[in-house]
């Protein structure tokens, strides 16, 4: 089988940031760009636990399917597998700058959360208890203060 081409990136020089990982056309010549949230260096710093991973998620696809500006062209927030980031996969043909901003509130809105997880019901989720809130809201500033703040050019298209 041939690598997928987001295996063919050099993960020992990924650093946190917003990549495009891939665009891909539907059948009706709409553009869906899907994007890197990388949150932590891949096999260099510590990742992500899953269960703030988890709650990054809740709370970040909440808040992006209610962005006034964003919320009609979000498809797909969720974790990668790795526990080093999430992805975002947007309608539109898009670059990484383009979304600096809309991440930024994102994660400012994890980072800030004072109320209970959307969703984290029994009803509304399948794993519901397995989420640690103050891991979400540490991950976020982290990522707000060290990357998004005076984010560098570097950190928003891979490393060759």
Same mark, same amino acid.
Not at 64 to 88: E, F, H, I, S
């Given at each position: 089988?041939?690598? =997928?081409?987001?295996?063919? =990136? @050099?993960?020992?020089?990924? !650093? &946190?940031?917003?990549?495009?990982?891939?665009?891909?056309?539907? +059948? /009706?010549?709409?553009?869906?760009?899907?994007?890197?949230?990388?949150?932590?260096? &891949?096999?260099?710093?510590?990742?992500?636990? &899953?269960?703030?991973?988890?709650?990054?998620?809740?709370?970040?696809?909440?808040?992006?399917?209610?962005?006034?500006?964003?919320?009609?062209?979000?498809?797909?927030?969720?974790?990668?597998?790795?526990?080093?980031?999430?992805?975002?996969?947007?309608?539109?043909?898009?670059? /990484?700058?383009? =979304?600096?901003?809309?991440?930024?509130?994102?994660?400012?809105?994890?980072?800030?959360?004072?109320?209970?997880? +959307?969703?984290? /019901? +029994?009803?509304?989720?399948?794993?519901?208890?397995? !989420? @640690?809130?103050?891991?979400?809201?540490?991950?976020?500033?982290?990522?707000?203060?060290?990357?998004?703040?005076?984010?560098? +050019?570097?950190?928003?298209?891979?490393?060759?």
């Amino acid at each position: 089988m041939e690598k =997928i081409p987001s295996f063919t =990136i @050099d993960h020992n020089r990924l !650093m &946190p940031g917003i990549y495009v990982s891939r665009k891909d056309y539907t +059948p /009706s010549g709409d553009c869906v760009t899907t994007f890197d949230i990388r949150m932590t260096a &891949p096999n260099r710093e510590e990742p992500l636990s &899953p269960a703030s991973l988890h709650a990054i998620e809740h709370i970040a696809a909440t808040s992006l399917r209610n962005n006034p500006q964003w919320r009609d062209r979000v498809v797909y927030w969720g974790p990668m597998g790795c526990c080093t980031g999430n992805y975002l996969l947007l309608q539109g043909d898009l670059e /990484s700058l383009d =979304i600096v901003d809309l991440v930024r509130d994102t994660m400012e809105t994890v980072a800030e959360w004072n109320a209970p997880i +959307p969703g984290a /019901s +029994p009803k509304d989720c399948g794993n519901y208890s397995f !989420m @640690d809130l103050d891991g979400a809201r540490s991950a976020a500033r982290r990522y707000v203060d060290l990357v998004l703040n005076n984010i560098d +050019p570097d950190r928003l298209v891979y490393p060759r």
